[in-house]
Nanobody
Framework: QVQLVESGGGLVQFGGSLRLSCAAS????????MGWYRQAPGKQRDLVAR???????YYADSVKGRFTISRDNAKNTVYLQMNSLKPEDTAVYYC?????????????????WGQGTQVTVSS
């Protein structure tokens, strides 16, 4: 029905950069919020950044000034530019979207997740 496909993870050295992308496709009426969570081994999944359809942005304190989230509403795609990466940024990064479906009432929103992409920062 809906797929979120992520790309852009990988291995990078301390201080390096990566750009993650996530494209949503399927029976989508509209997307309210898109964003990124991350989960390190043995830890809970934490919100990294999110952006609304109107461009309101939230960042976790740990990534402020280093990460930039952006969105292409026409392409149903969200990006995460990660600069000045640190070993503590190592995690699986998950894209998510809160969206309404063509097959459901417009007022109903559902949350969908991508499959996750590994980001590893070496020291």
């Amino acid at each position: 029905q809906v797929q979120l496909v992520e790309s852009g993870g990988g291995l990078v050295q301390f201080g390096g950069s990566l750009r993650l992308s996530c494209a949503a496709s399927g029976s989508i009426r509209s997307i309210n919020v898109m964003g990124w969570y991350r989960q390190a081994p043995g830890k809970q999944r934490d919100l990294v950044a999110r952006i609304t359809s109107g461009g309101i942005i939230y960042y976790a304190d740990s990534v402020k000034g280093r990460f930039t989230i952006s969105r292409d509403n026409a392409k149903n795609t969200v990006y995460l530019q990660m600069n000045s990466l640190k070993p503590e940024d190592t995690a699986v990064y998950y894209c998510y979207a809160e969206l309404s479906l063509i097959t459901s009432a417009p007022s109903l929103f559902y949350q969908y997740w991508g499959q996750g992409t590994q980001v590893t920062v070496s020291s």
